[in-house]
C-alpha cells in the first residue's frame, strides 16, 4: 500500500481514495451432497478500513457471481464490466459525503479508486490470471527460472532449489550459490504473449493461457505484486 501511494500521487494523503483488491473463488452451494455444482462469486475487498473489519461479512462488496453449474472456461467475459468501473473509478467520480463530521460545503468530491492485487488460492490465481499454475510451468512468479523434474515413480511432478529463497545465514542454505531470480511481473507475459503470437514461443510450454483483462487497467504495470495466493485452512487464511 506505501508503494502504490508513493508511486501514484493522486493516493497520497488521500483517506477518501479507495484502495480495493479483488478476491475470488470457486465453492459448491449444496454442500456435501454428491451433486456436482461449482459457482464462482467476485468480492471486492475495501482496505480503507482497518485490517480486522476488511474481510468482515458486513463490510466485504459482493460485485459479481458466475453460476454454475461448471466452472466457465475464462473468466474475462465476467470481468469486463467490472474492470470497466475500475477505470471509471480511477478517473474519478462525483461522489457526496453523507458524514455527519464532513463540513457541509466540503461533502461533494471527486472520488478516485485503485484496484491493489487480487487475492485467490492457486486454482484461483489460474482461472483470473491466465498464468498456469500446475505441470512444469507451476509457479507463475518464477517463470523461466522455475527448476522442476517429473517423478515417473511418483507420477507427478516436483520442484526443486526453494534454499535460494533462504536467508543467506541459514543452514539449509549452506553450499548454495544461486540468486534469486528476477520475478515475472504481468508486463512481462504481455511480452510473452507477443511472442506466442508471432511464433517464437509455443503456447503449450509458455505458462501463459491468456492475457488477463485486468491488464487493462492503465496502472497494472507499476505494481509490485499482482496477484497474492493465500491458502485456507479451517482456521482462516495464511
Same mark, same amino acid.
Given at each position: 500500500?506505501?508503494?502504490?501511494?508513493?508511486?501514484?500521487?493522486?493516493?497520497?494523503?488521500?483517506?477518501?481514495?479507495?484502495?480495493?483488491?479483488?478476491?475470488?473463488?470457486?465453492?459448491?452451494?449444496?454442500?456435501?451432497?454428491?451433486?456436482?455444482?461449482?459457482?464462482?462469486?467476485?468480492?471486492?475487498?475495501?482496505?480503507?478500513?482497518?485490517?480486522?473489519?476488511?474481510?468482515?461479512?458486513?463490510?466485504?462488496?459482493?460485485?459479481?457471481?458466475?453460476?454454475?453449474?461448471?466452472?466457465? #472456461? &475464462?473468466?474475462?467475459?465476467?470481468? +469486463?464490466?467490472?474492470?470497466?468501473?475500475?477505470?471509471? !473509478?480511477?478517473? @474519478?467520480?462525483?461522489?457526496?459525503?453523507?458524514?455527519?463530521?464532513?463540513?457541509?460545503?466540503?461533502?461533494?468530491?471527486?472520488?478516485?479508486?485503485?484496484?491493489?492485487?487480487?487475492?485467490?488460492?492457486?486454482?484461483?490465481?489460474?482461472?483470473?490470471?491466465?498464468?498456469?499454475?500446475?505441470?512444469?510451468?507451476?509457479?507463475?512468479?518464477?517463470?523461466?527460472?522455475?527448476?522442476?523434474?517429473?517423478?515417473?515413480?511418483?507420477? #507427478? &511432478?516436483?520442484?526443486?532449489?526453494? +534454499?535460494?529463497?533462504?536467508?543467506?545465514?541459514?543452514? !539449509?542454505?549452506? @553450499?548454495?550459490?544461486?540468486?534469486?531470480?528476477?520475478?515475472?511481473?504481468?508486463?512481462?507475459?504481455?511480452?510473452?504473449?507477443?511472442?506466442?503470437?508471432?511464433?517464437?514461443?509455443?503456447?503449450?510450454?509458455?505458462?501463459?493461457?491468456?492475457?488477463?483483462?485486468?491488464?487493462?487497467?492503465?496502472?497494472?504495470?507499476?505494481?509490485?505484486?499482482?496477484?497474492?495466493?493465500?491458502?485456507?485452512?479451517?482456521?482462516?487464511?495464511?
Amino acid at each position: 500500500m506505501h508503494h502504490v501511494e508513493a508511486t501514484h500521487s493522486r493516493m497520497q494523503d488521500n483517506p477518501r481514495a479507495l484502495r480495493i483488491g479483488i478476491a475470488t473463488d470457486g465453492f459448491s452451494p449444496v454442500g456435501l451432497s454428491r451433486k456436482s455444482y461449482s459457482i464462482w462469486p467476485v468480492m471486492v475487498i475495501n482496505y480503507n478500513i482497518p485490517p480486522w473489519l476488511a474481510t468482515k461479512k458486513g463490510h466485504m462488496m459482493l460485485s459479481l457471481i458466475i453460476p454454475g453449474p461448471k466452472k466457465p #472456461s &475464462t473468466m474475462d467475459i465476467y470481468l +469486463e464490466p467490472l474492470v470497466e468501473e475500475l477505470k471509471l !473509478l480511477w478517473d @474519478g467520480v462525483r461522489a457526496y459525503d453523507a458524514g455527519a463530521r464532513c463540513p457541509r460545503e466540503d461533502r461533494w468530491f471527486t472520488l478516485h479508486a485503485i484496484c491493489m492485487w487480487t487475492i485467490h488460492d492457486s486454482p484461483g490465481l489460474g482461472f483470473i490470471s491466465g498464468l498456469a499454475v500446475s505441470g512444469t510451468r507451476g509457479c507463475p512468479t518464477c517463470g523461466d527460472h522455475l527448476q522442476v523434474q517429473y517423478s515417473t515413480s511418483l507420477r #507427478s &511432478t516436483y520442484y526443486l532449489g526453494h +534454499e535460494k529463497y533462504l536467508p543467506f545465514d541459514h543452514h !539449509l542454505r549452506a @553450499g548454495c550459490t544461486d540468486q534469486i531470480p528476477p520475478y515475472m511481473t504481468m508486463i512481462d507475459y504481455c511480452v510473452l504473449e507477443a511472442r506466442i503470437q508471432a511464433g517464437e514461443v509455443p503456447r503449450v510450454s509458455s505458462g501463459l493461457n491468456r492475457v488477463s483483462v485486468l491488464l487493462e487497467l492503465p496502472y497494472c504495470d507499476s505494481f509490485l505484486i499482482q496477484h497474492l495466493g493465500v491458502r485456507c485452512t479451517k482456521k482462516g487464511m495464511w
